[in-house]
T-cell receptor, first 113, second 112 residues
Framework: DAGITQSPRYKITETGRQVTLMCHQT?????MFWYRQDLGHGLRLIYY???????DKGEVPDGYVVSRSKTENFPLTLESATRSQTSVYFC????????????FGQGTRLTVV | QKEVEQDPGPLSVPEGAIVSLNCTYS??????FMWYRQYSRKGPELLMY????GNKEDGRFTAQVDKSSKYISLFIRDSQPSDSATYLC????????????FGQGTRLTINP
């Protein structure tokens, strides 16, 4: 299917475990982003990538790791999950130039217990 | 102080009312301004964007930007229950970067 897809949609994990959230886009967009959405904070940028093998920190990168070996995939890993990382995570993509309309996935609802 | 401030609401109005949603920002380097709409348990979707100060109209929606006051607004005329959603303002274009900075989002309910 065309578009941007995230998996899993829902995840419950225990404190201290490593968990990876997947993101896949079919548009060949250069840019990809990971946001987390929390009440009172809105959408906050965790990491973004301008192209394959190029990543950079956003506003709240601590505790997260990203990689981008292929243009279409941008996985987000929580190295050792904490309860404060309970959130809804959104992946997005956009074109390289011009108005950077970000196209969002459906989100992954992560609960750390 | 956050770079983009948006009243989170919630805002509840009767069907047919005019709705006004607002954001303020602190960084004068922002070049374009967007409004996203997010339905419950869905990802945000772009509703409108503007480049410069002034108004932009699209059907029942009008986006307004006042760069001198660092203030943007979204007006919804003849509001419908289907407009019930969270509305997020977003800003970008600093130094050509594709990053967007989002407001907190305002949760809007239109009552039939």
């Amino acid at each position: 299917d065309a578009g941007i897809t995230q998996s899993p949609r829902y995840k419950i994990t225990e404190t201290g475990r490593q968990v990876t959230l997947m993101c896949h886009q079919t548009w060949s967009h250069s840019y990809m982003f990971w946001y987390r959405q929390d009440l009172g904070h809105g959408l906050r940028l965790i990491y973004y990538s301008a192209a394959a093998d190029i990543t950079d920190k956003g506003e709240v990168p601590d505790g997260y790791v990203v990689s981008r070996s292929k243009t279409e995939n941008f996985p987000l890993t929580l190295e050792s999950a904490t309860r404060s990382q309970t959130s809804v995570y959104f992946c997005a993509s956009s074109v390289k130039q011009g108005i950077s309309e970000a196209f969002f996935g459906q989100g992954t609802r992560l609960t750390v217990v | 102080q956050k770079e983009v401030e948006q009243d989170p609401g919630p805002l509840s109005v009767p069907e047919g009312a005019i709705v006004s949603l607002n954001c303020t920002y602190s960084n004068s380097a922002f070049q374009y301004f967007m409004w996203y709409r997010q339905y419950s348990r869905k990802g945000p979707e772009l509703l409108m964007y503007t480049y410069s100060s002034g108004n932009k109209e699209d059907g029942r929606f009008t986006a307004q930007v006042d760069k001198s006051s660092k203030y943007i607004s979204l007006f919804i005329r003849d509001s419908q229950p289907s407009d019930s959603a969270t509305y997020l303002c977003a800003m970008g274009g600093i130094q050509g970067a594709q990053k967007l900075v989002f407001g907190q989002g305002t949760r809007l309910t239109i009552n039939p």
